[in-house]
């Protein structure tokens, strides 16, 4: 494994393959009536948080706390960073303080790059920007492979906001990586311009690409984006790729639905869609947390002690 | 240098433009005397002796696009620090941009920094003023003010702000006429480079960075040309960075229109690829582009569609770019190793010759400045009665980037620890040396 996750684009089949069997062996320890292991005491898991997620902060934590380390939520409001602190001297506090792993969400691109070369610990990308969200993307592969057996060789379908979702670009390359077929419906203005580069293929046609798709993903699509021009009205983007129970009616019988959350419903995904047999959406907020188990534990379980690991820079 | 500025100087075996090699008489701001090497003698005219042997004189360097960042952010760089780098590189004169705090767009504030200048006496400085008031893009600034001033204003910009205005744009086009200015525009749609924060392609859609696209550049370059030319104005093209500008640019030439426009040393050896190490080092605006581009530059700066090479010398404090990404400002030094960069991507790759570099470096751009008595080619510019202001260059010299030997305030070169060809050994500033031996007298 790498020092840190940052992104699934640089992680080896092998390893995300490790996470995902190591993830298993954390979901069966849910089930039991003590769900907590030993093998992160005495080692500090800082929850480094400048966007409000209390869905994906809570799972770190839980996850952190499952493999008993001592668990700090440093969120940016009312803190020192809201006074102007800039993100280097937060670390180099983080770092005094003696962080073993930083789990770190932030609104722009490549703020935990960043990070990783201003502490000693293992960074831990829990959202950066449009970039990336790789955890998300590792507890989708997780929930496909639990609910359809394997990865290699399905069609997933990732439909919405490709070019500001972070959970799209994590998806893309980390799915490439297991062997599955990727493809992208949105419109076009909310794809990437270069979209021709990634390895997928792309349609502006989600009727047609739903009846050979294993999993459809939906993605969130914020509101403001109208006022930008992206699309015209909520209505019409809700009608050509909202995912709503007639258009799921034409999927395989196996074929299941997803979404990162948090939904909005009505918008890209409809309210019975959301709650039926084959959405994952809940499913996906607890294999959230074993596989944010398995990530805490590979990065931090298998390092030397604090003291003797290099520093990077 | 303790003696008086009368002092006469004697280049002993340098080779002008890297030709034959010749003695050099310096007095009175002029090249007065030339001769076979080891002909000429210092005793008569109680000159010092500079020994030459494998240096090359080239006229000196003229950059059109320089931040001095005083008034305002001395934090960063201040017109001595800023004039001390140029002459480092072999620059003496520069053109200091007008995006200071209070803005230069007053007779005031440009006479200011031309006094810094002159009194720090490291290389001319020659203040640009502000197109509009504050640069904020709405009225047209006292250019007229400014051109009479002691600054003597010929070049008008809101460099780091795109006059985006089409209406606006003509009449600045228009009245600088009277005195001959040109404006220099930061060609940047601005709606297309919302938020933008690199080269639009491959590289921005895997970041996840908001894309600035070619076309943002593209279309101003192609609205200010056919402005220019529809009222025979003077448009200057600040640093351009696309394969389709380079085309535009070509076009509007062959209108006769009188568009020129400059390149920076980084767009002509850097790319986008870099954005992924998430280092602000190397953000600038317009942002670094494709190797695609790199190769359009390379050659529109060959073929003369693109003039001059002006270096954007953007210092900034470490907190503006030790920081992530999107919060950090943009731009890079570049006076102290533009002319390598020259050398290692025009004259190392056979695009241009040391006649050329002279022309991109130092005549082009001085003619575009509207400075006086720039010779009419390389050649004339080591004749006897030619200015002595000249830079002399090791060709052989290979260097290791050590930002923090700059000296510039700022340490942001995005060059950091690689190694350079070329070297300038001294600076004359019209029969004075300003560096000699490498650093400054």
Not at chain 2, 307 to 323: F, G, I, W
């Amino acid at each position: 494994m790498n020092r840190h996750l940052l992104s699934t684009a640089d992680l080896l089949r092998e390893d995300a393959l490790l996470v995902l069997d190591t993830a298993e062996q954390m979901a069966r320890l849910s089930d039991r009536s003590v769900k907590k292991l030993p093998t992160l005491r005495g080692r500090t898991v800082v929850n480094l948080f400048f966007e409000d997620s209390t869905r994906t902060r809570t799972s770190f934590e839980l996850a952190a706390k499952r493999l008993s380390a001592d668990v700090i939520n440093f969120s940016a409001k009312g803190s020192s960073v809201s006074k102007g602190e800039s993100l280097k001297d937060t670390a180099l506090t983080l770092e005094a303080m003696g962080a073993d792993a930083v789990v770190c969400r932030h609104p722009a691109s490549g703020a935990p790059q960043r990070l990783a070369g201003w502490v000693r610990g293992s960074v831990l990308n829990a959202g950066d920007g449009t970039h990336e969200h790789p955890t998300q993307a590792l507890l989708d592969a997780f929930t496909i492979r639990r609910r359809l057996g394997r990865l290699e060789g399905l069609a997933v379908t990732i439909v919405g906001d490709v070019l500001h979702s972070r959970v799209a670009r994590s998806n893309v390359w980390l799915l490439r990586t297991l062997g599955a077929k990727v493809t992208l419906v949105a419109p076009p203005t909310l794809l990437p311009n270069a979209v021709a580069d990634w390895p997928v293929d792309v349609s502006y046609n989600l009727d047609a690409v739903l009846p050979g798709s294993d999993v459809v993903m939906m993605l969130r699509v914020q509101r403001e984006r109208m006022s930008a021009a992206f699309f015209p009205t909520e209505r019409e983007y809700s009608r050509r790729y909202g995912l709503d129970a007639d258009r799921a009616a034409t999927l395989p019988p196996h074929a299941l639905v997803m979404h990162p959350g948090p939904m909005v419903r009505g918008m890209e995904i409809a309210s019975d869609v959301a709650d039926s047999p084959r959405s994952t959406i809940v499913e996906q907020v607890a294999n959230g947390v074993s596989v944010r188990m398995a990530c805490l534990y590979l990065l931090l379980g298998g390092a030397d002690e604090p003291e003797e690991r290099e520093v990077i820079r | 240098m303790t003696g008086t500025p009368a002092t006469a100087w004697l280049l002993r075996a340098v080779a002008p433009l890297g030709g034959e090699r010749a003695d050099l008489l310096l007095a009175g701001g002029r090249i007065v005397e030339t001769g076979p090497p080891g002909t000429l003698s210092a005793t008569d005219t109680g000159a010092r002796v500079l020994d030459a042997d494998g240096l090359y004189a080239l006229p000196g360097f003229v950059d059109l696009h320089t931040h001095l960042r005083e008034p305002g952010r001395e934090d960063a760089e201040t017109v001595e620090s800023g004039t001390r780098a140029a002459a480092l590189g072999g620059y003496t004169t520069v053109f200091a941009m007008a995006n200071t705090n209070p803005v230069a767009d007053t007779a005031g504030v440009v006479e200011q920094v031309w006094r810094l200048g002159r009194d720090a006496g490291h290389c001319d400085v020659r203040p640009v003023g502000a197109v509009t008031e504050g640069l904020a893009g709405r009225k047209l600034a006292e250019l007229g003010a400014m051109a009479s001033s002691a600054a003597a204003v010929r070049v008008f910009s809101d460099d780091g702000h795109c006059v985006s205005d089409p209406l606006l744009m003509r009449r600045a086009l228009e009245y600088v006429k009277a005195f001959d200015g040109v404006i220099a525009q930061h060609a940047e749609e601005p709606r297309l480079t919302e938020g933008a924060q690199m080269n639009e392609g491959a590289c921005s859609a895997r970041l996840g960075m908001a894309g600035w696209p070619a076309v943002a550049e593209e279309a101003v370059i192609a609205r200010d040309a056919l402005l220019a030319g529809h009222v025979g104005s003077r448009l200057h093209i600040c640093h351009v960075s696309t394969a389709g500008s380079v085309e535009l640019i070509r076009w509007a030439k062959s209108k006769g229109w009188r568009v020129t426009a400059e390149v920076t040393p980084h767009h002509l050896l850097l790319t986008d690829e870099l954005a992924a190490t998430y280092d602000p080092v190397y953000k600038v605006n317009p942002p670094l582009r494709t190797a695609e581009d790199v190769a359009a530059l390379r050659a529109g700066l060959a073929d003369g569609t693109i003039d001059a090479v002006a270096t954007d010398h953007a210092p900034h404090a470490p907190q503006d770019k030790d920081t992530e990404w999107s919060a950090a400002r943009p731009g890079m030094l570049g006076l102290q190793t533009a002319l390598s960069i020259v050398i290692d991507a025009m004259v190392a790759t056979g695009l241009l010759d040391w006649a050329g570099v002279v022309d991109r470096m130092a005549l082009a751009p001085a003619r575009i400045g509207g400075l006086p008595d720039v010779p009419v080619d390389a050649r004339s510019s080591m004749d006897v009665g030619a200015a002595a202001t000249l830079t002399l260059v090791d060709p052989e010299a290979r260097w290791v980037v050590d930002p923090s030997g700059f000296a510039s305030r700022s340490r942001n070169s995005p060059y950091r620890g690689m190694t350079m060809p070329g070297q300038v050994r001294a600076t004359f500033l019209a029969g004075r040396p300003t560096v000699l031996d490498g650093k400054v007298v």
